[in-house]
Nanobody, 127 residues
Framework: QVQLVESGGGLVQAGGSLRLSCAAS????????MGWFRQAPGKEREFAAT????????LYADSVKGRFTISRDNAKNTVYLQMNGLKPEDTGVYYC????????????????????WGQGTQVTVSS
């Protein structure tokens, strides 16, 4: 079983950058595809980015494509989300999540596909 803890959130001006980290415990981390989701105030949680278990494939929501980069370091049991060119509409709580199943190179964007979630980290972008 994987447990997840996010960090790296904060307050940043529009156009700035943040790097989120998600530290995983559990020996099976490297076998799981991972995702980042976000939830703005008063809105539903939405998909942002995902990466396959081996880091070989990634997928992004249109709203973040070209600005965000997801990556992982399986030796450190950590997945990252580098966020550049931040906009006020990127404000929200960011969650990392692990897929319900292991060793899949298919990429998933649905919330229900992910079975383990971190507690979230707040990102606030001021205009």
């Amino acid at each position: 079983q994987v447990q997840l803890v996010e960090s790296g959130g904060g307050l940043v001006q529009a156009g700035g950058s943040l790097r989120l980290s998600c530290a995983a415990s559990g020996r099976a981390f490297s076998m799981y595809g991972m995702g980042w989701f976000r939830q703005a105030p008063g809105k539903e949680r939405e998909f942002a980015a995902t990466i396959a278990w081996n880091g070989g494939r990634t997928l992004y929501a249109d709203s973040v494509k070209g600005r965000f980069t997801i990556s992982r370091d399986n030796a450190k049991n950590t997945v990252y989300l580098q966020m550049n060119g931040l906009k006020p509409e990127d404000t929200g709580v960011y969650y990392c999540a692990a897929l319900r199943f292991t060793s899949s190179t298919r990429l998933y964007t649905g919330i229900d596909d992910y079975g383990t979630w971190g507690q979230g980290t707040q990102v606030t972008v001021s205009s």
